[in-house]
């Protein structure tokens, strides 16, 4: 089955800035778009990011000009650099991918969650 799995969260002060990086694995044939989602307490989880496979992004209007999403194909990894960090960042984040997945002679095509990276920026 395919899983994906978020790594490079963690405490940083404001202004400061962390990546974070997200992996596909399992029988994957081929993954269509791939975003950052966050969700904070009592809130819905939000769209950070979203990158599709020709490279064409999007981003939330609060990120803008601070975040940037890329991705390697080869890797089936998708990244999200961070920078200028501040407090309402504070979420956790959530990988997301729509993959087009095999099981034996089977294929699946569906959205894929990580478990989700705590990012939390102190003041």
């Known amino acids: 089955q395919v899983q994906l799995v978020e790594s490079g969260g963690g405490l940083v002060q404001a202004g400061g800035s962390l990546t974070l990086s997200c992996a596909a694995s399992?029988?994957?044939?081929?993954?269509?778009?791939m975003g950052w989602y966050r969700q904070a307490p009592g809130k819905q989880r939000e769209l950070v990011a979203h990158i599709i496979s020709g490279g064409s992004t999007n981003y939330a209007d609060s990120v803008k000009g601070r975040f940037t999403i890329s991705r390697d194909n080869a890797k089936n990894t998708v990244y999200l650099q961070m920078n200028s960090l501040k407090p309402e960042d504070t979420a956790k984040y959530y990988c997301?991918?729509?993959?087009?997945?095999?099981?034996?002679?089977?294929?699946?095509?569906?959205?894929?969650w990580g478990q989700g990276t705590q990012v939390t920026v102190s003041s």
């Open positions: 997301n991918a729509n993959i087009v997945a095999t099981i034996a002679a089977t294929v699946f095509r569906r959205d894929y």
């Open positions: 399992g029988s994957i044939f081929s993954i269509n778009a």
